[in-house]
Each structure stands twice: as structure tokens, then as C-alpha cells.
């Protein structure tokens, strides 16, 4: 079954609102998730690497100001896209690493602002 | 930098029959790790097999195979006996040293059909 759990697994907001995405590890802690997205026909790329306790990580070319990352706990990180508009529509994915090799992965939240 | 790349946006394969997906990849890295996953429309992503660079033989799991092949830089997904389930978005990824960050393709859309 799911080791991760990401909801919402898809949302519809108004331009200028802001929308949360949790994603929680449901039977490991994990102190470094992972944020993706992915925009149609291109590759997942990876946004921001979120640490428990500390600040995210963010890569080159993502606002950190408009991708807010909050990993309060071992078990969770969200991702709050802050005044959201028409071009911050894509998939959203979030993964998790336990103590094995393969990264988990959530089932995506798939964003559309209108 | 690295860069995985998959030219194959479609795939159709008939039921029982096998099928390769094709991946190659760039790093200057010696050390990597290669990864593939199945990401079916409505569920999560989920994890196939793993390749490490140093491996000396291809990986299997079940139906899977990873095609190695280091000198060409390519890590082709061969599935065996395709069955309908198997119709999914396939995303070839790699991880370089001490980090968990996957870069990944564009991914592959493969069809199964009776």
C-alpha cells in the first residue's frame, strides 16, 4: 500500500488565492521529503528539498517567497502555492526516502487556477 | 550537469509481448544510481527497479529488467509478457552521489492492448 499519502489529489482555485498541499509519510519519519512538478509533456523537476526543522532548500529558478515549504514534523511537509495564478497550473508530487533505496512517492496533486 | 532523457513519448505493445523503453543519461559522476517508475493515471508513482552504477549485472525484478548498458550511457526498461495492467506513464530517473534528488525524463506513455 502507500507509504505516502499527498492530498489533495487535485484542486481548483481562483487566480490570487493560495492553495496547501500536504504530504505525509504514513508508517516512517522523514526528515527530507521532496517537492516536484511537473508541467505537461516536460520531465518532473524537482522544486525544493524539505527538511524537518529547518528550512527548505529551494532550487535555482523557484520563488521561495511564492512556494512556501513547511516540514513542522517528522511525518509532514506542506506546500503552499501563495497567490496562485493561471501559470502555476501543473502536477504537483512529493517524495520521501525511508531506509530503503527507492524514494516513495505521493499519488500528485494536480493544480488548476483559474 | 546530468540529464536523463527518454525519446519515446508513446509505446504500443500487444498483451504477452515484451517491450523496451529507452533511457540514456549524462553525469560526469562515477557514482549514480538509476531508477525506474510506473506512474499509472490514477495512482501513485510507483517504484520498478534500481541500478547502481557500479553493479556488474542488470537488474531484474520479476517482469523488469534494466537493460545496462554504462559505456553507452543508456539504462533501457525491458518489460516481459506485457499484460494491461502495464499501460502507464514510465519515468527513468537517476541519482548521483550522496544525494537522494532524482533528476528525471520526460517519461514514456505505454499503451497495452489485447
Known amino acids: 500500500g502507500a507509504v505516502v499519502s499527498q492530498h489533495p489529489s487535485w484542486v481548483i482555485c481562483k487566480s490570487g488565492t493560495s492553495v496547501k498541499i500536504e504530504c505525509r509519510s504514513l508508517?516512517?519519519?522523514?526528515?527530507?521529503m521532496f517537492w516536484y512538478r511537473q508541467f505537461p509533456k516536460q520531465s518532473l523537476m524537482l522544486m525544493a528539498t524539505?527538511?524537518?526543522?529547518?528550512?527548505?532548500?529551494?532550487e535555482q529558478g523557484v520563488e521561495k517567497d511564492k512556494f512556501l515549504i513547511n516540514h513542522a514534523s517528522l511525518t509532514l511537509s506542506t506546500l503552499t502555492v501563495t497567490s496562485a495564478h493561471p501559470e502555476d497550473s501543473s502536477f504537483y508530487i512529493c517524495?520521501?526516502?525511508?531506509?530503503?533505496?527507492?524514494?516513495?512517492f505521493g499519488n500528485g496533486t494536480r493544480l488548476t487556477v483559474t | 550537469a546530468q540529464k536523463i532523457t527518454q525519446t519515446q513519448p508513446g509505446m504500443f505493445v500487444q498483451e504477452k509481448e515484451a517491450v523496451t523503453l529507452d533511457c540514456t543519461y549524462d553525469t560526469s559522476d562515477p557514482s549514480y544510481g538509476l531508477f525506474w517508475y510506473k506512474h499509472p493515471s490514477s495512482g501513485e508513482m510507483i517504484f520498478l527497479i534500481y541500478?547502481?552504477?557500479?553493479?556488474?549485472q542488470n537488474a531484474t525484478e520479476g517482469r523488469y529488467s534494466l537493460n545496462f548498458q554504462k559505456a553507452r550511457k543508456s539504462a533501457n526498461l525491458v518489460i516481459s509478457a506485457s499484460q494491461l495492467g502495464d499501460s502507464a506513464m514510465y519515468f527513468c530517473a537517476m541519482r548521483g552521489p550522496n544525494t537522494d534528488k532524482l533528476i528525471f525524463g520526460t517519461g514514456t506513455r505505454l499503451q497495452v492492448f489485447p
Open positions: 541500478q547502481g552504477s557500479y553493479d556488474q
Open positions: 517524495s520521501a526516502r525511508d531506509r530503503h533505496i527507492p524514494l516513495h
Open positions: 508508517d516512517f519519519q522523514a526528515t527530507t
Open positions: 524539505s527538511n524537518e526543522g529547518s528550512k527548505a532548500t529551494y
